[in-house]
């Protein structure tokens, strides 16, 4: 069963929220490996139709820390 939209959103809201803690807190390749493993759990509870969205959403968290979802993903 996929999560809806408002329950998408509000995992992406604590991922952003606890993004700059991760990146103080680990080593950039272990920042990486950590935030990889939160934003999947996230796309792979989304519906098909909300994959670009979720992932246009991680985009931007990553875009406010200087880093690219390449880097990660």
Not at 18 to 44: G, H, Q, W
Not at 47 to 52: G, M, R, S, V
Request: charged share 25%; glycine share 2%.
């Amino acid at each position: 069963m996929s999560t809806s939209r408002s329950d998408l959103q509000r995992q992406l809201t604590a991922l952003a929220a606890k993004t700059p803690a991760m990146v103080r807190n680990y080593p950039e390749d272990r920042f990486f490996v950590a935030f990889a493993c939160e934003a999947d759990s996230i796309l792979e509870g989304s519906a098909p139709a909300d994959h670009e969205w979720v992932l246009n959403e991680i985009d931007e968290i990553l875009f406010a820390i200087g880093k690219q979802r390449t880097d990660i993903l």
